[in-house]
């Protein structure tokens, strides 16, 4: 089919210099989702009925804890004072660092950002670290004071700070209310104005930028795009360029948010395709679709494969549940295709899965959507990293748990991941984040100091430093101010050892863990006050001991429990008697029996609650 | 008819001690009187009943608890009176706290039938005594002992343990207060916070409040220690009595037997039999057709509402074998024997041994004394070996994890 010069029609579509499309970008809680809710009501999207805050956030578990882990993207039609109508894409981001590659893709789809500050508190961490992403992938910038409604809003003050601690001009800034609607006018007429149309021209070959995927059952795969060159419409074969496979386009849309049909998605647009593809791995954020017959020569840069980071054991606390957790983890995995697992057996909780995530953050929000929508309880155990193992043999085998290790004899050398590893900070803060960076194995390769309020600084650390609880750490000891970008740099021989728990004297598979030798006494010694701390006191004393191979290195003890016992005579009433009795045994559900100690959930992840 | 226990409940406290859950209200002086007229009256008008429908004539125990039964004052001589003219029981308690029992009630109770009379005692120790809400002193507590021994019925003492502020020897100088009055039966309760209670609430803010539970452990190791020595006897967790003196309402309870429940709050337990023919006393209350042990209690002081818990037999089974680990004399013979007709013997077999494996229990000869050798449970269980699986010190102590063995065989 010979396409090239062809004018393709376009009823839904607009002229590409009547295009926005850009992300709101914000620290917690500055407003990001009431200014994206307005949006929609001000210009008709949504009925002011239909409302329900935090539209984009679409999962549960992303309204519970406020965090966006998909991206999301809606188109609006705005009616601008200058008589014109504007097709604006919403383009929501993820706010996490385990996300930060879905970010940078999703900001690589837009022309422009709106950074929402909050009148009252000011700039803050989030502010600068989002900031400085918009800025490094050159997008132009709308500052949006918020909050102004409110009697402690200063908002002159706040535009002095955008200036002075961001760079970024605040003659422009919007003055707006989230709450009250006030100023979300000028907001949308600033975006017109300040905030460039998409380039790219509609004969060139089609070049367009996976942002996002979801598997519907019907469907097969609906893939989130922005269109750089080109066009897509229904019927279209369309080629991917990173994972090599064509499609016969089902369908094109927007969401307005709702899913609505177009005839074609068009040079500059952001929009889905329905791509019919039942497998959900074959298609990934961030790569590129071109026309599978005049396909175009390049595909867009920086594209990297969703490889999952951190490992943990999941297993079921009822083994009878095995066959349940696969097919939830089968089902979980068609709309989210970085999920990767593989049977583990272990000798303290039996069947289970090595399930690899793209950090903690990842597993804990699959750990919660496996137990919530598919009514499982789990245990998880405590994450390692992929560790090449080069046996005396000369072979090289990939250890992603702990118990996979070969005997220490055996073991020729052993490498792990290292990153390069990029944080951004106010200058006061750069002597804590070394210090952090240094406690968990790091080195500063490098300083930069990018504006008076923010130093760029960059490490060579090892992923298994980072994966455990290293961002919390960081976010707590600079208050919030720094951000954490990573990419995976090289394999390094390192002195690892393996660290094993036993309880009551017996080894405990699945409490073992990796670890450098020279943290090994430390992390054994925090790890059994902890688990000393986490494991109830029960009939028999138990003794938790931490060892390197026959040495035990660490031990604590959990005293017997000697007293257990409902004494009290409620006149003959038996039942509320055994109903206190049931209660207690319904909290002892939710624990493993190990041998004949009982183990809490939460004794497995203790290992990141350990304070070294 | 096979009813041979009566549970009479009296809710009302002159004052609400901080620990307690129980159901009890407590009542401005001027209101008091008024309020007891009127409940005693109903409970008068329910024993009637329960006398006219048959239910009261095998009746052997009578228990009057509370709240505070003393409170009641002559009324409670009325009730016991009334009870009597519906059957003779052998044992007769009511529950007292020394500030309200005086020498003339407990010879008008004596008078009337009452055998015996338990004291709220708690401690010997006044600031203890305050520490929970309690209105008497030690003194009051020896001398109600006192007043109850030359009534010439049997006396009963309450103590508890891990109250707040207690030592090692204020417990100590409580149980020698308590030895040196000699009553004829000790219970020993270790105190347990209870949502909703003020205790509870100043425990959250106070952790010190909140009792030890080695502490306790040792407590109660230390009165078990000393009350065996005067020849104080254990027979069930709490309970301490010199021989011949155990409270045979309170063995009703952990041996199964069937009572009823008189008053507000009161607990009842019926097989289906004895529910079927007196359904009508409990209106409202539905026993589901599986149905083999009925458990009532009685919502409001008027007696119209019930709820009702239902027990198949094979719950009923559990529950007895439950109950029974509670006695010292743990489970015998003729129960496990009884028992494999309902609960599969495997199951039962399996719990037993595991009770033995985890030191919860040990199996004691029937015949001689001491240990029986090489006992199985099989054998037991199939009527070859009479023997019974009694608790250890260690299942006395942590007596929730074996009685959640046999709990589980429901």
């Known amino acids: 089919?010979?396409?090239?010069?062809?004018?393709?029609?376009?009823?839904?579509?607009?002229?590409?210099?009547?295009?926005?499309?850009?992300?709101?970008?914000?620290?917690?809680?500055?407003?990001?989702?009431?200014?994206?809710?307005?949006?929609?009501?001000?210009?008709?999207?949504?009925?002011?009925?239909?409302?329900?805050?935090?539209?984009?956030?679409?999962?549960?578990?992303?309204?519970?804890?406020?965090?966006?882990?998909?991206?999301?993207?809606?188109?609006?039609?705005?009616?601008?004072?200058?008589?014109?109508?504007?097709?604006?894409?919403?383009?929501?981001?993820?706010?996490?660092?385990?996300?930060?590659?879905?970010?940078?893709?999703?900001?690589?789809?837009?022309?422009?950002?709106?950074?929402?500050?909050?009148?009252?508190?000011?700039?803050?961490?989030?502010?600068?670290?989002?900031?400085?992403?918009?800025?490094?992938?050159?997008?132009?910038?709308?500052?949006?004071?918020?909050?102004?409604?409110?009697?402690?809003?200063?908002?002159?003050?706040?535009?002095?700070?955008?200036?002075?601690?961001?760079?970024?001009?605040?003659?422009?800034?919007?003055?707006?209310?989230?709450?009250?609607?006030?100023?979300?006018?000028?907001?949308?007429?600033?975006?017109?104005?300040?905030?460039?149309?998409?380039?790219?021209?509609?004969?060139?070959?089609?070049?367009?930028?996976?942002?996002?995927?979801?598997?519907?059952?019907?469907?097969?795969?609906?893939?989130?795009?922005?269109?750089?060159?080109?066009?897509?419409?229904?019927?279209?074969?369309?080629?991917?360029?990173?994972?090599?496979?064509?499609?016969?386009?089902?369908?094109?849309?927007?969401?307005?948010?709702?899913?609505?049909?177009?005839?074609?998605?068009?040079?500059?647009?952001?929009?889905?395709?329905?791509?019919?593809?039942?497998?959900?791995?074959?298609?990934?954020?961030?790569?590129?679709?071109?026309?599978?017959?005049?396909?175009?020569?390049?595909?867009?840069?920086?594209?990297?494969?969703?490889?999952p980071m951190v490992y943990t054991g999941l297993f079921p606390i009822d083994n009878k549940d095995y066959e349940n957790l696969r097919d939830a983890l089968d089902k979980l995995h068609v709309n989210d295709p970085s999920l990767v697992w593989e049977p583990e057996t272990s000798v303290a909780l039996g069947f289970g899965f090595r399930v690899g995530f793209l950090g903690l953050l990842h597993m804990e929000v699959v750990k919660e959507r496996l137990e919530r929508e598919f009514n499982l309880d789990l245990i998880a155990t405590s994450p390692s990293v992929d560790y090449h193992v080069y046996k005396t043999d000369g072979e090289m085998i990939d250890v992603r748990s702990p118990q996979d290790l070969p005997e220490a004899t055996r073991i020729e050398r052993i490498e792990e991941p290292y990153l390069k590893a990029k944080i951004i900070c106010p200058p006061e803060y750069t002597g804590a984040v070394m210090q952090l960076a240094i406690e968990h194995r790091g080195v500063t390769t490098d300083m930069i100091h990018l504006t008076s309020k923010s130093v760029e600084m960059r490490f060579d650390m090892p992923l298994a430093e980072l994966i455990l609880d290293f961002f919390d750490q960081l976010k707590s000891r600079t208050k919030g101010y720094a951000s954490l970008d990573y990419e995976f740099n090289e394999y390094r021989p390192s002195e690892l050892v393996k660290l094993d728990i036993l309880l009551s004297g017996d080894e405990v598979d699945a409490l073992s863990f990796i670890v450098h030798k020279d943290k090994a006494y430390g992390l054994a010694r925090g790890l059994c006050d902890k688990l000393k701390e986490i494991i109830p006191r029960q009939l028999f004393e138990v003794p938790i001991q931490g060892a390197i191979g026959n040495k035990i290195i660490a031990r604590s003890t959990v005293k017997a429990r000697r007293k257990d016992v409902l004494a009290k005579c409620y006149g003959g009433d038996i039942s509320r008697k055994r109903k206190l009795l049931e209660k207690q045994k319904e909290g002892k559900k939710r624990m493993k029996a190990i041998g004949s100690v009982e183990v809490p959930q939460e004794a497995f992840m203790a290992i990141l609650k350990v304070d070294e | 008819m096979s009813v041979t226990a009566l549970y009479v409940h009296v809710p009302f406290c002159a004052q609400k001690c901080r620990y307690c859950d129980f159901d009890s209200r407590s009542f401005a002086p001027c209101d008091l009187d008024a309020a007891l007229d009127a409940y005693f009256e109903q409970l008068y008008a329910r024993l009637d009943a329960f006398g006219n429908a048959g239910a009261l004539a095998g009746i052997r125990t009578v228990y009057v608890g509370g709240g505070t039964p003393s409170l009641a004052g002559e009324r409670l001589v009325e009730l016991a009176r009334r009870i009597s003219r519906w059957c003779k029981p052998v044992e007769f308690t009511c529950e007292a706290n020394p500030e309200s029992l005086t020498s003339q009630l407990a010879a008008a109770l004596a008078e009337v039938g009452v055998t015996r009379i338990s004291l709220g005692v708690q401690?010997?120790?006044?600031?203890?005594?305050?520490?929970?809400?309690?209105?008497?002193?030690?003194?009051?507590?020896?001398?109600?002992?006192?007043?109850?021994?030359?009534?010439?019925?049997?006396?009963?003492?309450?103590?508890?343990?891990?109250?707040?502020?207690?030592?090692?020897?204020?417990?100590?100088?409580?149980?020698?207060?308590?030895?040196?009055?000699?009553?004829?039966?000790?219970?020993?309760?270790?105190?347990?916070?209870?949502?909703?209670?003020?205790?509870?609430r100043m425990a959250c803010r106070d952790e010190s409040l909140e009792p030890d539970e080695d502490f306790q452990a040792a407590c109660m190791d230390v009165a078990r220690n000393r009350l065996g020595a005067a020849g104080y006897h254990p027979y069930e967790v709490a309970s301490y009595a010199l021989d011949g003196h155990e409270c045979a309402h309170n063995i009703a309870y952990w041996t199964g037997q069937g009572y009823l429940g008189l008053g507000r709050s009161a607990a009842g337990m019926l097989d289906a039999g004895d529910f079927a023919r007196l359904a009508g006393l409990f209106c409202g209350a539905l026993a589901r057709g599986d149905a083999y042990r009925v458990r009532l209690v009685q919502r409001d002081d008027a007696a119209t509402t019930f709820d009702a818990e239902c027990l198949s037999q094979r719950e009923a089974a559990a529950e007895d074998l439950m109950l029974a680990c509670r006695m010292t004399r743990g489970v015998g013979s003729d129960l496990l024997v009884r028992s494999a007709n309902i609960i599969p013997e495997d199951e039962l077999a399996a719990a037993c041994d595991r009770a033995f494996e985890l030191g919860l229990a040990s199996w004691v000869s029937d015949d001689a004394k001491g240990h029986a050798g090489r006992v199985t449970s099989k054998d037991v269980i199939e009527g070859r070996t009479r023997a019974r699986l009694a608790p250890t010190h260690l299942g006395w102590l942590d007596g929730n994890v074996l009685f959640e063995l046999f709990w589980d065989l429901a």
């Open chain 1, 1 to 307: 089919m010979y396409r090239s010069g062809k004018i393709v029609r376009m009823n839904t579509s607009i002229d590409i210099s009547h295009i926005r499309n850009f992300s709101i970008v914000a620290h917690i809680d500055h407003g990001k989702s009431t200014i994206s809710d307005r949006i929609l009501e001000l210009t008709h999207t949504v009925d002011e009925r239909d409302m329900e805050s935090q539209l984009l956030d679409t999962m549960d578990i992303e309204r519970e804890r406020g965090i966006t882990i998909k991206s999301n993207a809606v188109r609006v039609s705005y009616d601008a004072d200058d008589g014109e109508t504007y097709q604006f894409n919403l383009i929501d981001t993820p706010g996490h660092v385990d996300f930060t590659y879905e970010v940078s893709r999703s900001l690589a789809a837009c022309e422009g950002a709106v950074l929402v500050v909050d009148a009252t508190q000011g700039v803050e961490a989030q502010t600068v670290s989002n900031a400085t992403l918009a800025m490094n992938a050159n997008l132009d910038i709308v500052p949006a004071i918020n909050k102004i409604d409110l009697p402690s809003a200063h908002p002159d003050e706040v535009k002095t700070e955008i200036e002075d601690d961001l760079a970024i001009p605040a003659d422009d800034a919007v003055c707006v209310s989230g709450k009250t609607g006030e100023g979300i006018h000028d907001l949308l007429e600033s975006i017109v104005f300040l905030i460039s149309p998409p380039k790219g021209d509609a004969n060139a070959p089609l070049k367009a930028l996976i942002l996002d995927s979801y598997f519907d059952e019907y469907r097969g795969v609906v893939a989130t795009v922005r269109v750089f060159d080109g066009s897509i419409k229904k019927g279209d074969t369309l080629r991917m360029m990173q994972a090599e496979g064509d499609f016969l386009v089902d369908g094109v849309g927007v969401k307005r948010p709702a899913e609505t049909p177009v005839d074609a998605l068009t040079v500059g647009e952001v929009g889905y395709v329905v791509t019919g593809l039942k497998d959900p791995e074959a298609v990934r954020v961030g790569d590129t679709l071109t026309w599978a017959s005049n396909p175009c020569p390049e595909p867009l840069p920086g594209y990297r494969e969703a490889k």
């Open chain 2, 123 to 200: 401690t010997l120790d006044n600031a203890e005594l305050a520490a929970i809400g309690r209105i008497h002193d030690a003194d009051r507590a020896l001398a109600a002992i006192a007043t109850v021994k030359a009534a010439g019925i049997d006396v009963s003492c309450d103590l508890m343990c891990g109250l707040p502020g207690q030592t090692a020897a204020s417990w100590e100088r409580t149980l020698d207060g308590v030895l040196t009055a000699a009553p004829h039966h000790v219970s020993v309760y270790p105190l347990t916070l209870e949502e909703g209670t003020p205790l509870y």
